[in-house]
């Protein structure tokens, strides 16, 4: 038979014991999770290059966005004013026609043939019929020419209006590739505050002694392949040592294809703003050994970074955040191809 019985509820001493055994587990489990490890100061110098590393992608998004912008307010600019005479010249034939019908009403709006059988000069009624005739011939021209006006301005501002909309779409795209910019510098810079003094000294003398080492490069008797290119080359040499800012063009301060764009400009030489826009001009070079020096080099996939061949397997370019134009091996990063302006 079944008992009954109820179960022995288990003694003081053994709920202690339980229940200072699940409070030590507690405690552990705590203090294993205060104990993870802080990263390494090589860990977070991997980490903050590989936050500018995406920040330097959105910084040539950013650019592409600013360098439309520019172009569509060009745009507008241009097609405002295309309105505005427009609408200057639809006025002035509204006063022809106006000068017209005038005339029609003082010569009188008889019937032709009474006017003809009433006038004691039939002679000078003639003369007036036919100029008559030609202000009606003008009327209808004036008339045809103000309606052709009214569809070109009406198509001309409607152009605009397309215009200005891409235009605020555009810049709704830079306001945010910039808040993407600055979001990765901060939280590079974030990362770097979590260093110890001595720490963040150590990166900052490692960066000093690659500037140091960039005034030392060899770069061999390397040729340029162009007056253009050792003009644009020359140009870049004389601005080593200037910092790297996003969106920056010169002449104090560069980004990349600022960089690129702005020594070439000194060449009088134009070329695009953004570093995947300079990879689409002149003549492709896929082997390392085929560049010649103040040839344009790109790295990366997408094409994000860019700068100049300087010979010798070195490079010339503005690197990013926290760096300045200096040379460096062009195996610091992984090269797609040169381009020969």
């Known amino acids: 038979m079944a008992s009954h019985r109820r179960p022995k509820q288990p003694g003081r001493a053994r709920v202690t014991v339980l229940t200072a055994t699940a409070a030590a587990a507690v405690a552990l489990t705590s203090q294993t999770a205060q104990a993870d490890p802080k990263p390494s100061k090589s860990e977070v110098k991997a980490k903050v290059d590989k936050l500018y590393e995406e920040a330097e992608k959105a910084t040539e998004k950013f650019n592409g966005a600013q360098e439309r912008q520019d172009k569509l307010q060009k745009q507008v600019d241009a097609l405002q004013d295309k309105v505005a005479r427009g ?21 009188g709006g008889m019937d032709p043939a009474l006017q003809l059988l009433l006038s004691s000069d039939p002679d000078s009624y003639l003369d007036k019929a ?53 979001g990765k510098l901060a939280a590079a810079q974030k990362l770097l505050n979590s260093l110890s003094a001595q720490e963040r000294a150590e990166i900052k003398e490692e960066e000093t002694r690659a500037n140091r080492t960039s005034q030392r490069a060899d770069l061999g008797k390397t040729a340029s392949a162009s007056n253009r290119a050792a003009a644009a080359f020359a140009a870049g ?78 490079i010339l370019h503005s690197p990013r955040t926290g760096a300045v134009v200096r040379y460096e091996s062009i195996n610091n990063m992984p090269f797609q191809f040169g381009v020969r302006v």
């Open 237 to 314: 040499q004389s601005k080593i040592g200037t910092p790297y800012v996003y969106g920056a063009s010169g002449p104090n301060s560069f980004d990349c294809s600022g960089f690129t764009s702005w020594a070439f400009a000194q060449a009088n030489v134009s070329i695009p703003r953004t570093s995947q826009a300079q990879a689409n001009i002149g003549q492709r070079i896929y082997q390392q050994s085929d560049l010649k020096q103040g040839d344009l080099v790109f790295f990366y996939n997408d094409l994000h970074h860019v700068g100049f061949y300087a010979g010798n397997g070195q």
């Open 130 to 182: 036919s100029t008559l005739e030609q202000l009606g011939a003008k009327q209808a021209e004036a008339i045809a020419d103000i309606q052709a006006k009214q569809r070109t301005l009406a198509q001309q501002r409607k152009e605009a209006q397309q215009t200005l909309g891409d235009l605020a779409d555009t810049r709704t795209l830079l306001g945010g590739k910039k808040r993407e910019v600055q």
């Open 87 to 107: 609408q200057g010249e639809l006025n002035e034939l509204r006063d022809s026609l106006g000068s017209v019908a005038s005339a029609q009403y003082r010569s």
